[in-house]
C-alpha cells in the first residue's frame, strides 16, 4: 500500500492513541480490589440518553448513585400515591451492568413534600401519624428494591454544624428517637443491605463528634449501621489531609465503615464557608464566577494534585473505606454550576464538559496503581 506523505503522521498518531487506549486503565479497574468508586447519575443517564455517557458509567465506574431519582418527592408526591417508574429504571440500570447499587435517601429535611408533616394542609401531624408515614414509605421503596439496592443511605444531613441535631420536621414531631427508629425499619425491610448514616463537613470536629454520638447510638440500641458516608463537598483549601484522615479513622474506631458519597472538589471562590447546605442561597457576582471560559492551567494543576492527595488517603485507608462516588459524570453535570450562586462554570469532577478525562482522572489512577 502507498501511503501519502501526510497519511503517515496521521497514521502513527492513532496508533499512539491506540496503543494508549489499551494499555490504558479505567478508575474501576485501578480501584479494584480497594474499593468500589461510584458516581451520581441524572435523569438522562438513568435512560442512557448519551451513548458517549453512558459509556463512561459504565466502564469506568462500578457502582451508581441516583442523584435525585429516590428522593421522597420524586417516588411519593402525594400521600399514598407512589411514582416508581424512574426508580425503576434507575435499579434496572443498575442490575443491568452488574453495579454496586445505593439508594439515596429515606429521611431527609429536603426534597420531602409539606403533605408528609401534615394532617390536613397546614395542620401538622401527630407523631403517631407520622411515624406510620415513614414505616410506610421504608417498606415500600426499601422493600420493593430488597436485594437489588446494596446500600442505603437512611438518614441524610439530621446535624447542625456544631454537632447538635437538626430541629426538622422529623425531629420535631418525632424526637430524637427517629433516626435509631428509620434504621431498625430499614433493617427490617431488607436485612442485607448496608444502611448508612450520611452527611456533609464531617470533617469539622464538632460535627464528627455529632456523628459519632449517632453510631454510638445505633449502636447501643442494637440496630445495624454499616457505614458513615463523609459526603465530601471539597474545597482546594479544605478539608485538610490530616482532617480527613483522621475523619475516617474516627469511624473506623467505631467498627464501621466509612463511604465517601458525594465527592466533588469546588475550585470557585466561596463567600459562605465550607457549608454544602443546600438551603444557602447567594447573588450571583463575577468575581465569584472567575473562570466562565476555561479552567487556569494553575488551578486545573492544583485540583490534580487535591484529587491525588485525597485518593491516596482513601487508597490507605482501605480497610474501611468501601466506596468513593463523585457527585455528578461531568463539570456540566455538577450541582456547583447552580448552587449556591445560580449560572456558575464550575470544575469539580474527574471529566469535562465534554465528557473527556481531566487530568485529575490520570492522577487519580495513578495513586491507586501504586
Ligand atoms: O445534586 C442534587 C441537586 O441536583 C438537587 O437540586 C439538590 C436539591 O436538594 O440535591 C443535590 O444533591 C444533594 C444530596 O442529595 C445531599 N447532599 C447534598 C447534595 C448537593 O446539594
Given at each position: 500500500m502507498h501511503l501519502q506523505k501526510t497519511t503517515l503522521p496521521l497514521l502513527l498518531l492513532c496508533l499512539s492513541c491506540a496503543a494508549w487506549a489499551q494499555t490504558g486503565i479505567t478508575l474501576r479497574q485501578a480501584a479494584q480490589g480497594k474499593f468500589h468508586v461510584g458516581v451520581a447519575i441524572n435523569t438522562s443517564q438513568i435512560e442512557a440518553a448519551d451513548a458517549k455517557e453512558d459509556r463512561i458509567i459504565t466502564q469506568q465506574f462500578?457502582?451508581?448513585?441516583?442523584?435525585?431519582?429516590?428522593?421522597?418527592?420524586?417516588?411519593?408526591?402525594?400521600?399514598?400515591?407512589?411514582?416508581?417508574?424512574?426508580?425503576?429504571?434507575?435499579?434496572?440500570?443498575?442490575?443491568?451492568?452488574?453495579?454496586?447499587?445505593?439508594?439515596?435517601?429515606?429521611?431527609?429535611h429536603s426534597q420531602v413534600p409539606d403533605w408528609v408533616f401534615e394532617s390536613t394542609p397546614g395542620k401538622p401531624i401527630t407523631r403517631a401519624a407520622l411515624l406510620e408515614?415513614?414505616?410506610?414509605?421504608?417498606?415500600?421503596?426499601?422493600?420493593?428494591?430488597?436485594?437489588?439496592?446494596?446500600?442505603?443511605?437512611?438518614?441524610?444531613?439530621?446535624?447542625?454544624?456544631?454537632?447538635?441535631?437538626?430541629?426538622?420536621?422529623?425531629?420535631?414531631?418525632?424526637?430524637?428517637?427517629?433516626?435509631?427508629?428509620?434504621?431498625?425499619?430499614?433493617?427490617?425491610?431488607?436485612?442485607?443491605a448496608e444502611l448508612g448514616y450520611n452527611d456533609y463537613s464531617l470533617e469539622n470536629p464538632k460535627k464528627l463528634a455529632g456523628a459519632i454520638a449517632i453510631v454510638k447510638k445505633?449502636?447501643?440500641?442494637?440496630?445495624?449501621?454499616?457505614?458513615?458516608?463523609i459526603q465530601g463537598h471539597d474545597h482546594l483549601d479544605w478539608?485538610?489531609?490530616?482532617?480527613?484522615?483522621?475523619?475516617?479513622?474516627?469511624?473506623?474506631?467505631?467498627?464501621?465503615?466509612?463511604?465517601i458519597t458525594e465527592l466533588d472538589i469546588d475550585v470557585l471562590p466561596s463567600a459562605w464557608g465550607h457549608s454544602a447546605d443546600v438551603s444557602l442561597k447567594h447573588t450571583a457576582d463575577a468575581k465569584l464566577n472567575p473562570y466562565p471560559k476555561a479552567l487556569p492551567e494553575d488551578v486545573s494543576r492544583q485540583l490534580t494534585q487535591r484529587y491525588a492527595d485525597l485518593f491516596r488517603i482513601y487508597a490507605e485507608h482501605r480497610q474501611s473505606v468501601e466506596r468513593v462516588t463523585l457527585w455528578g459524570l461531568s463539570d456540566r453535570d455538577s450541582w456547583l454550576n447552580n448552587w449556591p450562586v445560580v449560572g456558575r462554570t464550575s470544575y469539580p469532577l474527574l471529566f469535562d464538559r465534554k465528557g473527556d478525562p481531566k487530568p485529575a482522572l490520570l492522577a487519580v489512577e495513578d495513586v491507586l496503581q501504586k
Open positions: 462500578d457502582s451508581i448513585s441516583p442523584e435525585n431519582a429516590l428522593k421522597w418527592e420524586r417516588l411519593h408526591a402525594k400521600p399514598g400515591v407512589y411514582d416508581f417508574a424512574l426508580a425503576d429504571r434507575y435499579v434496572d440500570y443498575g442490575t443491568k451492568h452488574h453495579l454496586y447499587t445505593v439508594g439515596h435517601t429515606l429521611v431527609w408515614r415513614l414505616h410506610d414509605h421504608i417498606f415500600a421503596v426499601v422493600g420493593r428494591y430488597k436485594g437489588r439496592i446494596q446500600a442505603w443511605d437512611v438518614v441524610n444531613e439530621a446535624l447542625n454544624d456544631d454537632g447538635s441535631l437538626r430541629d426538622s420536621k422529623w425531629r420535631q414531631i418525632l424526637g430524637d428517637d427517629y433516626i435509631v427508629q428509620a434504621f431498625r425499619w430499614a433493617q427490617e425491610a431488607d436485612p442485607q445505633l449502636q447501643t440500641a442494637g440496630v445495624k449501621i454499616s457505614y458513615v458516608g478539608p485538610s489531609n490530616s482532617d480527613e484522615t483522621q475523619t475516617i479513622e474516627a469511624f473506623a474506631r467505631l467498627g464501621v465503615k466509612v463511604a
